[in-house]
Structures are given as C-alpha cells and as structure tokens.
C-alpha cells in the first residue's frame, strides 16, 4: 500500500479470524502508526458453532449463538465488510471482493489472515445432494428446523432420521435430536469407522455411548451409504446391503477446505490446507497468516494444532501478537498449543468433560460447558447479555406457565 496507514485485512469471521481481529483492536500501538483492520466475510453474523446444536431444541435463540459482526465490533476500532472472497492477487497485496453493496472491488493490504474456514465435503453419491442436509451453518440449522417441524405435523407414527458420521458433529447433533423427537424418533448414526468418537477420549465415548443408547439411538459401525432418495438410505455393511426407510439424511463427514484456498499460488499439504510455520505465517510469505481449518498448523514443539474452536481460540492470539510483532518491529512468538480438553453435548440435560485432570458428566458436565464456552464468547458485552438471559430465562418460563 501507499498509504502511511498500513491495513492488515482478515478474511473470514469465525474464531480464528474474528478473535484475531478483536485481540489486534486490544494492542497498543504507541509510537507507530496504529494500522486499519478490516474483518470480511460473506455473512452478517458471527456464529458460536459449539452452540449449533441448541437451536434445535430450542434452548438458545438465534441472537445469543449468532450475534452481527458489527454489534461485536463496535468498540473495537475494527471495520467490517460483508462480501465474498473471490481472489487475492499476492504480487499486488489485493484483494478481490463481491460485496453485498458495492459489487466487485479490490481491497489492498499490507498485512493479511486468510482464515477462511472449512466446509462438509458432498461427495458425489447418488442422491446426496438432492436429499441429504449438512449441519455446519446456521442456514443448515435453519432447514433442519423446517424439516423437522414439517414432519412433525406429519400424521406418521414414526420420525425417521438417519445421521452419516459418528464423529462429534454427528453425535451431538443425534442426542439432541433424540430429546426432541422423543419416543417418536427413530434415530440411527451411520459409521464406516469400527467405532464412534475415534479420536474423542474413552471415558468421553463411554459415556456417549451410554447416552445413546438410553435414548434408543442406532449405531451403525462399518457401514457406508451407497445411496439416498427422497424415502430411503441403502447402506453397505461388509458383504451385505440393505435398504432403509428413511425422512430425512443428515450428513455430518468430514471437513475440507474452500476451492478458493485450494487454488490459492501458496503452499499446501495434500488436503489443500496452507503450509504455515510456528509462527502461523504461510511458507515463505512473512506478512501473510492462515490459521483454523484452511491451514496446516504446527506449533513450536512441532504439534499438530487440531482443525477445531480450541485450536483456532489459541491461534488468534498469537496470529495478532506476530502481526502486531511485524508492524512494530517486535520478534515474533511461536504458536504454544496446549490441548485443554473435550466436552460433547449429549441432549438437553446431558453432557460429558474431560480435560486437565477433570472428568464431568451429566448436569454438572452441562454446567461447565455452558460457562466455558460463555467465558468464551467474543466480547464481554456479549457474555453479559447472554448470562443474565440464562439467568433470567427458567424465572420467566416460570411465570408463563404459572396458573392466573
């Protein structure tokens, strides 16, 4: 850039690019010239995908797991723009935008965090796109809801669900739908791993099993689907094939990155992530940060930082501590990742937590999920306003449910 003010542009809103932004508006830039930051992303909203689930069964409201980016941002000093990445050209530090209101522009900068995010793979299985639904936005959440409220005022018996993955989107989502539906459901995971939760820790997938199973959820392990219609799923277990009356097929497998990382002129492993180094920089490009499910992140003991919120929480911090290094002449610090543990929602009133010695379950599991992941939400004012509503919430249910 020209300009004296140098500009440092974050592509993508969720934790890793938002929690960078927000920690950049915190530093002090005493005796330099305090930079521009722009946040982008493709959508108006911020979302707290650890409370997806709870849209489902009602237990949180859109604007407490969704709040607007310029709500967020509004005492930060940061600049949001809503508008789809289309390209960045590194030899002229711009980049491409198709804004919501300004059409196609360039954006130039001298600092930039492609932090772009994943997305669910679709592969090219018969019928999947035509019937199959994800579970990664909130406009996933949306249909879900739709979905479910229309086959619920079905005049069926039956409410037929069946879930592709048995990782902890799968499970999560599964428990939650299993409160919903109650006796009505009739949910079942579909697994081609020999067991559900491979990588979660065994009292974790203990209890998760336990959980499902009391609420009458199927597991399907070493099975695959071949096949979806509008009515049924055709599921491969070793030799044999079988055809399964279904409602509706969620598909929750996998993470993959953007065609637009994928194709990007920088360095990639084989799954299309950006080769960055400990300080999260991509591979021979100094002013230019990935991080969360777009980079392949290792850290100063040559850890694999994990594709997860926790990883991207940790990173955001040490991505804005190097930028801030880069711009104020500072030496920069190596990403220390340290694995704080794992927590699953199994239901409305069930959880598990593992991690740092602790090992939780039941309401006191959901408990100590629900003020985590409060202390973890983007700004204080946020985790104000969404702590007196749960505080205040059972009184007013109370009161409406109360006899005149």
Same mark, same amino acid.
């Given at each position: 850039? +020209? /300009?004296?003010?140098?500009?440092?542009?974050?592509?993508?809103?969720?934790?890793?690019?938002?929690?960078?932004?927000?920690?950049?508006?915190?530093?002090?830039?005493?005796?330099?010239?305090?930079?521009?930051?722009?946040?982008?992303?493709?959508?108006?909203?911020?979302?707290?995908?650890?409370?997806?689930?709870?849209?489902?069964?009602?237990?949180?409201?859109?604007?407490?797991?969704?709040?607007?980016?310029?709500?967020?941002?509004?005492?930060?000093?940061?600049?949001?723009?809503?508008?789809?990445?289309?390209?960045?050209?590194?030899?002229?530090?711009?980049?491409?935008?198709?804004?919501?209101?300004?059409?196609?522009?360039?954006?130039?900068?001298?600092? %930039?965090?492609?932090?772009?995010?994943?997305?669910?793979?679709?592969?090219?299985?018969?019928? %999947?796109?035509?019937?199959?639904?994800?579970?990664?936005?909130?406009? /996933?959440?949306?249909?879900?809801?739709?979905?479910?409220?229309?086959?619920?005022?079905?005049?069926?018996?039956?409410?037929?669900?069946?879930?592709?993955?048995?990782?902890?989107?799968?499970?999560?989502?599964?428990?939650?739908?299993?409160?919903?539906?109650?006796?009505?459901?009739?949910?079942?995971?579909?697994?081609?791993?020999?067991?559900?939760?491979?990588?979660?820790?065994?009292?974790?997938?203990?209890?998760?099993?336990?959980?499902?199973?009391?609420?009458?959820?199927?597991?399907?392990?070493?099975?695959?689907?071949?096949?979806? +219609?509008?009515?049924?799923?055709?599921?491969?277990?070793?030799?044999?094939?079988?055809?399964?009356?279904? /409602? %509706?097929?969620?598909?929750?497998?996998?993470?993959?990155?953007?065609?637009?990382?994928?194709?990007?002129?920088?360095?990639?492993?084989?799954?299309?992530?950006?080769?960055?180094?400990?300080?999260?920089?991509?591979?021979?490009?100094?002013?230019?940060?990935? %991080?969360?499910?777009?980079?392949?992140?290792?850290?100063?003991?040559?850890?694999?930082?994990?594709?997860?919120?926790?990883?991207?929480?940790?990173?955001?911090?040490?991505?804005?501590?190097?930028?801030?290094?880069?711009?104020?002449?500072?030496?920069?610090?190596?990403?220390?990742?340290?694995?704080?543990?794992?927590?699953?929602?199994?239901?409305? /009133?069930?959880?598990?937590?593992?991690?740092?010695?602790?090992?939780?379950?039941?309401?006191?599991?959901?408990?100590?999920?629900?003020?985590?992941?409060?202390?973890?939400?983007?700004?204080?004012?946020?985790?104000?306003?969404?702590?007196?509503?749960?505080? +205040?919430?059972?009184?007013?249910?109370?009161?409406?449910?109360?006899?005149?």
């Amino acid at each position: 850039m +020209t /300009d004296a003010r140098p500009r440092i542009c974050i592509l993508g809103g969720g934790f890793g690019g938002l929690y960078t932004a927000l920690r950049l508006g915190q530093l002090s830039w005493e005796g330099h010239t305090p930079p521009e930051i722009v946040l982008v992303d493709q959508r108006d909203r911020f979302l707290f995908a650890p409370f997806l689930y709870e849209l489902i069964t009602e237990e949180m409201q859109t604007w407490e797991i969704a709040p607007p980016f310029v709500e967020l941002l509004a005492e930060s000093g940061v600049i949001f723009r809503q508008a789809e990445v289309t390209a960045i050209d590194f030899d002229r530090q711009k980049v491409l935008l198709n804004g919501q209101d300004k059409g196609t522009e360039s954006l130039a900068f001298d600092q %930039l965090v492609i932090a772009l995010g994943g997305q669910t793979p679709l592969p090219n299985l018969p019928g %999947l796109k035509e019937h199959g639904l994800g579970f990664r936005t909130l406009e /996933d959440a949306y249909k879900l809801k739709q979905k479910l409220k229309s086959l619920e005022q079905a005049d069926t018996e039956k409410v037929r669900v069946a879930i592709v993955g048995g990782g902890y989107s799968g499970v999560e989502l599964a428990a939650k739908l299993g409160d919903r539906l109650g006796e009505r459901g009739r949910i079942r995971i579909i697994e081609r791993g020999k067991e559900i939760l491979a990588m979660s820790p065994e009292f974790n997938r203990q209890q998760a099993q336990a959980s499902l199973s009391a609420k009458g959820i199927w597991v399907d392990t070493e099975t695959t689907v071949t096949a979806i +219609t509008a009515h049924d799923v055709t599921l491969q277990f070793r030799e044999q094939e079988d055809v399964i009356p279904v /409602d %509706l097929v969620l598909w929750t497998v996998g993470t993959t990155v953007s065609p637009l990382i994928r194709n990007l002129a920088l360095p990639h492993n084989n799954q299309g992530q950006l080769k960055t180094n400990a300080q999260l920089q991509v591979e021979g490009k100094t002013n230019i940060f990935a %991080l969360g499910d777009g980079a392949q992140g290792r850290d100063a003991s040559g850890q694999l930082i994990p594709t997860t919120a926790q990883g991207a929480f940790q990173q955001a911090n040490y991505c804005a501590w190097n930028i801030w290094a880069n711009l104020t002449d500072r030496p920069l610090l190596p990403c220390r990742y340290q694995p704080l543990g794992e927590m699953l929602a199994l239901g409305t /009133d069930g959880a598990v937590l593992s991690g740092l010695g602790i090992k939780l379950s039941g309401p006191a599991a959901v408990l100590a999920r629900r003020l985590v992941y409060l202390y973890r939400f983007p700004t204080w004012q946020h985790q104000l306003t969404v702590g007196l509503n749960w505080l +205040t919430r059972p009184l007013g249910d109370w009161l409406k449910n109360e006899p005149s």
